[in-house]
C-alpha cells in the first residue's frame, strides 16, 4: 500500500511537472507565434501561410508534451482535390495530432465559441476555419452551406461527426449536419480513426500525461448519389474499422 501511494505521488507530480513545463515553454512560443501570424497577413490572406504556422505550433506543443504520433493511410489523401476529412474525437490533443501531422491545408468546422479564445481562436478566424452553433439550428444550417461554398471553391474541411469528445473512447452518435455538409458538397469523405488522446489530457483536468497517439487515415469514400444515412453508416464502419 506504501508503495503504491508513494508512486501515484510520483505520477502526478511528475505529471504536474510536465503541464508548467508546457505553460513556461508553450505560452511565450503561442504569443511569439501569434506574432507570425500577423505579420503573414501582409503577404497573405488566403489563411494558408495561417494554417502552415499552426501547424508548427502543434508540432512544438506535441513535443514539449511529450506525445509521439504514428500515422498510417497518407496516401489516402486526395492529392490538390477538395475532400472532407471526418475524425472521431478523443480528447484535445486530437487537434493538435491532426493539425500538425496531416501534411495538406484544410480548414476547421469547429465550435464558434472556441473562436473567442484570445490569441488562438483569432488565429482561427484569420485563417478561414469555420465556427457552428449546434445549439441554434439555423445558424448551424447556415454553417453548413458556408462551409460546403467553400469545399466547392476547392478547399478541404475537417470536421467531428460526433460533435464532441468521448469520455469513454466509444464512438458517440453522427451528429447529421457533418454529412449534410458532404452530400451539399459532393466531394468524397475521408475517415479518420485517432486513438490515444483520451488520457492525454483529460476534460476535466488541464494535466499532461505524455503518450503515444495512433492515426488512420481511410480510404476516400464518394458521396455522389450517396444518402446522408448511407454515407454515416459507411463512414462509421470505417472508422471502427480503424480503432480497432
Known sequence: MFIDLTFTKLYYFAMFMRTLFVWLVGLP???LLFFVVLFSLIFNRSGNAIHSIGRLWSRILLFLSGVTVN????????????????????????I?????????????????????IPIIGWSMSFAGYIGIERE????????????????????????????????????????????LLAVKSGVPVIPIS???????MKKDSILINPSRINVVIG???STVGVAEKV??????RTIEEGLS
Do not use: C
Not at 469545399?151 to 449536419?177: C, D, Y
Not at 485517432?194 to 492525454?200: A, C, F, L, N, P
Open 231 to 236: 454515407l454515416m453508416e459507411s463512414v462509421r
Open 219 to 221: 480510404e476516400p469514400i
Open 136 to 179: 441554434r439550428a439555423g445558424s448551424a444550417y447556415k454553417s453548413i452551406e458556408a462551409a460546403a461554398d467553400k469545399v466547392k471553391g476547392g478547399t478541404s474541411v475537417l470536421i467531428f461527426p460526433e460533435g464532441t469528445r468521448s469520455a469513454t473512447g466509444e464512438l458517440l452518435p453522427f451528429k447529421r449536419g457533418s454529412f
Open 71 to 94: 500515422i498510417k493511410g497518407i496516401d489516402n489523401l486526395l492529392k490538390d482535390k477538395p475532400q472532407i476529412l471526418a475524425s472521431n474525437h478523443q480528447g484535445a490533443f486530437d
Open 194 to 200: 485517432i486513438q490515444g488522446t483520451k488520457d492525454i
Open 29 to 31: 512560443v503561442t504569443i
Open 96 to 116: 493538435l495530432a491532426l493539425q500538425a501531422f496531416i501534411p495538406m491545408q484544410f480548414r476547421w468546422v469547429a465550435k464558434k465559441s472556441l473562436f473567442k
